[in-house]
């Protein structure tokens, strides 16, 4: 046990306790930042089951620096690296090292910023931050909340979609519900489908508008399915742009889609948690125009404005909007309260100042900075797509707007069924090696590979060292002869 005049809590009398933890923590942390070669260790999930299992949490404490230095084997030696360049597989980004130096201020001072009280001038930079990210969008009289990330935020955004809904529409709440309908692409994100459950809407809530078979929604067919949609009675809830598909990154045409929407009076959200990079790009701001005319935003700062996790944000056009939301509570946000208590908008209560990571971020690099990073992931997707185009052993499935590449390993003397079953098989191997992670989706009831490019400092080499790699491994895979099976490519 620690001796009991070390101090155990942060505060004054710890200070100097605290700086010396400081230093042994990032100390540590920036040797395994310095000394990683590649992005996982390879280690199977048995072993380090058996590692976790091995500590013992009952038993007397071992003291604050042995308890840092122990996670050293821990955790950090078999952590996930997303600033290592063979890491490729999901829309996980390095950190800005501004904001990294602000989540250990947010995290030191703790603060809370559901209310005023909690939190005086944080409650104030995020409202900035707020403000900020809404003149971007362009919403001249917009408002929003930081999130947890783009799930919260588009269940919050349908939660005001459906509150917004059921006020012009006359009728018993009860009768109402159950008529209510959710337009999105097959592409859009499954939190569209979870917040339709959560809110006990009917089975059939949500309404597939097909797309241009790229990916990207079809305004015209939203059209002819919102008319649809009022000649059964059913009631258009919100239609759910998406402007950077998960697996496509590919951009719904916000501007038609807005037009259909206020053709029908309908709520437009538009799921910007990947594409919201592009509010900031100096080249490419006009693949997101007309996002202005949506009525909630969803935009995540942890994927395209390269944050910690977590930092995300629910937009709205109009501030009032997210007075459906509100609750009160005497304690917290009493109805005459003259504060700015963010509780009032947001669908949690304690909630870290993660708007202090982006602001941080902001005066260190500036905002046109973090838009030439974004720029940069996806000018190298565009010339690996072209690599992977011109490559015999590779398959294209597609181009990207923004940083995603879908591919299949297609060896020489192979069929389209061997190539739809390699790729689970090609996925493993990288995995358990640690050499490289890539990740494996369906499209077009295909199994492919994917790239998701996120680390402004990938090269294109880099990337072709990967590509050797699924090349390789592809190779032996096939060569082994073990059966493989599609079954087994879509498990």
Same mark, same amino acid.
């Given at each position: 046990?620690?001796?009991?005049?070390?101090?155990?809590?942060?505060?004054?009398?710890?200070?100097?306790?605290?700086?010396?933890?400081?230093?042994?923590?990032?100390?540590?942390?920036?040797?395994?930042?310095?000394?990683?070669?590649?992005?996982?260790?390879?280690?199977?999930?048995?072993?380090?089951?058996?590692?976790?299992?091995?500590?013992?949490?009952?038993?007397?404490?071992?003291?604050?620096?042995?308890?840092?230095?122990?996670?050293?084997?821990?955790?950090?030696?078999?952590?996930?690296?997303?600033?290592?360049?063979?890491?490729?597989?999901?829309?996980?980004?390095?950190?800005?090292?501004?904001?990294?130096?602000?989540?250990?201020?947010?995290?030191?001072?703790?603060?809370?910023?559901?209310?005023?009280?909690?939190?005086?001038?944080?409650?104030?930079?995020?409202?900035?931050?707020?403000?900020?990210?809404?003149?971007?969008?362009?919403?001249?009289?917009?408002?929003?909340?930081?999130?947890?990330?783009?799930?919260?935020?588009?269940?919050?955004?349908?939660?005001?979609?459906?509150?917004?809904?059921?006020?012009?529409?006359?009728?018993?709440?009860?009768?109402?519900?159950?008529?209510?309908?959710?337009?999105?692409?097959?592409?859009?994100?499954?939190?569209?489908?979870?917040?339709?459950?959560?809110?006990?809407?009917?089975?059939?809530?949500?309404?597939?508008?097909?797309?241009?078979?790229?990916?990207?929604?079809?305004?015209?067919?939203?059209?002819?399915?919102?008319?649809?949609?009022?000649?059964?009675?059913?009631?258009?809830?919100?239609?759910?742009?998406?402007?950077?598909?998960?697996?496509?990154?590919?951009?719904?045409?916000?501007?038609?889609?807005?037009?259909?929407?206020?053709?029908?009076?309908?709520?437009?959200?538009?799921?910007?948690?990947?594409?919201?990079?592009?509010?900031?790009?100096?080249?490419?701001?006009?693949?997101?125009?007309?996002?202005?005319?949506?009525?909630?935003?969803?935009?995540?700062?942890?994927?395209?404005?390269?944050?910690?996790?977590?930092?995300?944000?629910?937009?709205?056009?109009?501030?009032?909007?997210?007075?459906?939301?509100?609750?009160?509570?005497?304690?917290?946000?009493?109805?005459?309260?003259?504060?700015?208590?963010?509780?009032?908008?947001?669908?949690?209560?304690?909630?870290?100042?993660?708007?202090?990571?982006?602001?941080? +971020?902001?005066? &260190? !690099?500036?905002?046109?900075?973090?838009?030439? %990073? @974004? $720029?940069?992931?996806?000018? =190298?997707? /565009?010339?690996?797509?072209?690599?992977?185009?011109?490559?015999?052993?590779?398959?294209?499935?597609?181009?990207?707007?923004?940083?995603?590449?879908?591919?299949?390993?297609?060896?020489?003397?192979?069929?389209?069924? +061997?190539?739809? &079953? !390699?790729?689970?098989?090609?996925?493993?191997? %990288? @995995? $358990?090696?640690?050499?490289? =992670?890539? /990740?494996?989706?369906?499209?077009?009831?295909?199994?492919?590979?994917?790239?998701?490019?996120?680390?402004?400092?990938?090269?294109?080499?880099?990337?072709?060292?990967?590509?050797?790699?699924?090349?390789?491994?592809?190779?032996?895979? &096939?060569?082994?002869?073990?059966?493989?099976?599609?079954?087994?490519?879509?498990?």
């Amino acid at each position: 046990m620690e001796p009991s005049h070390v101090h155990e809590l942060l505060n004054g009398s710890s200070a100097a306790d605290y700086a010396d933890l400081l230093e042994t923590t990032t100390g540590m942390l920036a040797a395994r930042f310095a000394g990683v070669s590649q992005p996982f260790s390879g280690a199977s999930r048995q072993e380090l089951q058996r590692l976790v299992d091995a500590t013992d949490l009952d038993g007397d404490g071992i003291g604050s620096e042995k308890a840092i230095r122990e996670l050293d084997g821990l955790f950090l030696e078999h952590a996930v690296w997303f600033h290592d360049p063979a890491y490729v597989a999901h829309l996980n980004c390095p950190v800005a090292l501004p904001a990294v130096a602000a989540e250990a201020v947010l995290a030191a001072v703790n603060t809370s910023v559901d209310t005023y009280d909690q939190s005086t001038v944080g409650t104030l930079i995020e409202r900035r931050i707020v403000d900020w990210t809404a003149a971007r969008i362009g919403f001249a009289h917009g408002d929003g909340v930081f999130t947890s990330g783009g799930t919260q935020s588009n269940l919050h955004a349908m939660l005001l979609a459906r509150e917004w809904t059921l006020a012009r529409h006359d009728g018993e709440r009860a009768d109402l519900l159950p008529r209510l309908n959710i337009l999105a692409t097959a592409s859009s994100h499954f939190s569209v489908d979870k917040a339709a459950l959560l809110f006990g809407l009917a089975d059939d809530a949500v309404v597939t508008v097909p797309d241009d078979g790229e990916g990207r929604m079809d305004a015209t067919a939203l059209r002819a399915t919102l008319g649809a949609i009022r000649r059964a009675g059913r009631i258009p809830m919100a239609i759910v742009a998406t402007a950077g598909t998960t697996d496509r990154g590919v951009i719904d045409p916000v501007a038609s889609i807005a037009d259909a929407a206020d053709a029908h009076g309908v709520w437009l959200h538009v799921d910007a948690a990947y594409g919201c990079g592009l509010l900031v790009s100096p080249t490419r701001r006009d693949l997101i125009d007309g996002i202005e005319r949506a009525r909630s935003v969803t935009v995540d700062f942890h994927k395209s404005f390269f944050q910690p996790v977590s930092s995300s944000a629910i937009m709205v056009r109009d501030a009032v909007d997210l007075a459906a939301g509100a609750w009160h509570a005497d304690y917290l946000n009493p109805v005459a309260n003259a504060e700015p208590n963010q509780v009032d908008k947001s669908l949690q209560t304690t909630r870290r100042f993660d708007a202090l990571k982006l602001w941080t +971020t902001l005066r &260190a !690099l500036g905002a046109v900075r973090v838009g030439e %990073l @974004f $720029d940069r992931v996806v000018d =190298l997707t /565009a010339a690996v797509h072209d690599e992977i185009a011109r490559d015999p052993e590779l398959e294209l499935v597609g181009r990207s707007q923004l940083s995603t590449v879908l591919f299949r390993a297609i060896p020489e003397g192979t069929d389209a069924a +061997t190539h739809d &079953a !390699l790729v689970p098989r090609v996925r493993r191997v %990288l @995995f $358990d090696s640690g050499r490289a =992670l890539v /990740a494996k989706t369906v499209i077009d009831g295909r199994p492919c590979l994917k790239l998701t490019l996120l680390n402004p400092e990938t090269t294109l080499d880099d990337i072709r060292a990967v590509l050797a790699l699924v090349k390789d491994t592809a190779l032996t895979l &096939a060569g082994i002869g073990d059966e493989l099976t599609t079954t087994e490519a879509r498990a």
